[in-house]
């Protein structure tokens, strides 16, 4: 008898992939099947997704796995947020999803301000205001009388798109539904206000379903094309980053998140929304989480520094071997810092040239070897998290006491022990495999197999060991 197995399918910006997970003596293991390329298309005036081969590409990945002769009991999708794609009264898909970075939300949240009263809206939905944000997106639609809206039945997002053509089952995940900026934060569900104010067809809006809610089985056509038979499709943490914060492994106490990737994405898990002015003015955004519970979290500017520090060094045909970096790094001297979120940074030409620049032009130590490269930047974060923990301080009951780091960024030793010194309390550091393992829990849950939240907690501590990092 084959082990059970459960399917995560991951959606990233820049690919997708699907991890069988399964339960073994109490730990979680986890293989990739299946990884694919994601990308935008620009076509005439729009950036699209190619949501059509990336579902193809799902659907081959799905194949994959009853090849290998994997016993699958059940599916979970997650993607990024706030991206969205609209269904007719037939079911059919009007148009590709347009892609968050295109161009047509530019200036709207200034012109919904001029109407709209930022305080009053946050104390609503407990958002923080992109332009990239859904309601921007549906808000540039109304103002060019879109068809597509006018014809749509549904609207579903990303990860919500995936399960509907696999189940025929439209229905909106809590999590990924968050991400929107049009939820009542305290009602779990949507604002009939802002529906109402920016004069959107309120039949687009479907159920809200919290993770761990059955979707349906795979439909027959699916089941017999992919070979899988009809298993069940699960709405887990369908936003990425709520299946990565499931799989935080520390229990105990209050504790931060920080999921390290491209963005550091920093907050904790309450129960209950804050919609404070301090809250707001402080930068928190609140999202869903698993359980009904909320996300109160900050986007920073993460390990983007890095990778376009490595990526020009690669363009010189410079070597650039890790450790070797990090060594160096550790062993520097110079504690020069830049303020990571500063629109200086966001694309610079060089990232090089915009670090040195701007240390040189306040009389700071001004970085020239690849390890101080990284000192100054693994320095600066660590600096900016310890800014994050204490403007979220101020708006939690209780500090917090200790920071676990999932996510690629865990393994950067460096950062970890430097963020350890400047909060001045214990980091935990893994999974890295965060999303994926937060998925399929969530599955495991949602399937009578494991129940308690404490003892999946367990699996993932038995699975990954993470390290603490004590402050020096």
């Not at 349906?216 to 070979?227: D, H, N, Q, S």
């Not at 309450?270 to 996300?295: C, F, K, M, Q």
């Not at 999946?456 to 060991?465: C, G, H, T």
């Amino acid at each position: 008898m084959m082990k059970e197995t459960y399917l995560a399918i991951d959606f990233g910006g820049g690919s997708g992939r699907i991890m069988a997970g399964s339960i073994v003596e109490g730990k979680l293991e986890l293989e990739e099947i299946h990884r694919f390329g994601n990308r935008q298309v620009k076509l005439g005036n729009r950036l699209y997704w190619d949501f059509l081969s990336l579902f193809q590409d799902m659907k081959n990945g799905l194949k994959l796995a009853a090849q290998k002769g994997y016993n699958v009991k059940s599916i979970g999708i997650d993607t990024w947020g706030v991206d969205f794609g609209l269904i007719d009264k037939e079911g059919n898909l009007l148009g590709n999803p347009v892609c968050y970075r295109d161009s047509r939300t530019e200036g709207l949240p200034e012109e919904f301000f001029s109407f709209t009263d930022r305080k009053e809206h946050y104390a609503e939905t407990g958002t923080q205001v992109i332009n990239i944000n859904t309601l921007f997106q549906l808000y540039s639609m109304k103002k060019e009388n879109s068809p597509l809206l006018a014809a749509a039945d549904k609207l579903l997002f990303m990860p919500d798109l995936f399960s509907y053509y696999l189940t025929g089952t439209a229905n909106n995940e809590y999590s990924i539904a968050s991400t929107s900026e049009l939820l009542d934060a305290k009602k779990r569900n949507w604002s009939e206000n802002l529906i109402k104010q920016l004069e959107l067809p309120r039949h687009i809006f479907g159920e809200i379903v919290m993770p761990g809610t059955k979707r349906g089985k795979l439909k027959k056509e699916i089941a017999e094309e992919t070979g899988l038979g009809e298993v069940e499709v699960i709405a887990v943490g369908s936003h990425d980053t709520a299946s990565a914060v499931f799989a935080v492994p520390c229990t105990q106490g209050s504790n931060a998140f920080l999921s390290s990737g491209t963005w550091s994405l920093l907050g904790t898990e309450v129960d209950e929304p804050v919609l404070t002015e301090e809250a707001r003015t402080n930068g928190l955004t609140n999202e869903g989480s698993i359980n009904g519970r909320i996300r109160l979290l900050q986007n920073i500017t993460g390990l983007w520094f890095i990778q376009r520090l490595f990526a020009e060094w690669q363009e010189r045909g410079e070597t650039t071997d890790y450790k070797s970096i990090i060594d160096e790094a550790a062993a520097s001297t110079i504690r020069s810092t830049v303020p990571v979120d500063d629109a200086m940074f966001t694309n610079p030409a060089s990232m090089e040239k915009a670090i040195q620049e701007y240390c040189a032009e306040r009389g700071l130590q001004i970085p020239h070897t690849k390890g101080e490269f990284m000192r100054c930047v693994t320095e600066s974060l660590a600096l900016r998290y310890k800014q994050g923990i204490e403007q979220m301080n101020r708006c939690i009951p209780s500090p917090v006491t200790q920071l676990n780091i999932i996510g690629g960024g865990c393994q950067n030793e460096l950062l970890n022990q430097l963020t350890a010194n400047a909060i001045g309390i214990p980091v935990l550091a893994g999974p890295v495999e965060a999303t994926a393992i937060g998925n399929i829990l969530m599955q495991v849950k949602a399937m009578g197999v494991v129940t308690e939240t404490d003892e999946l907690k367990r699996i993932v501590i038995n699975s990954v060991k993470p390290k603490l990092y004590q402050p020096e």
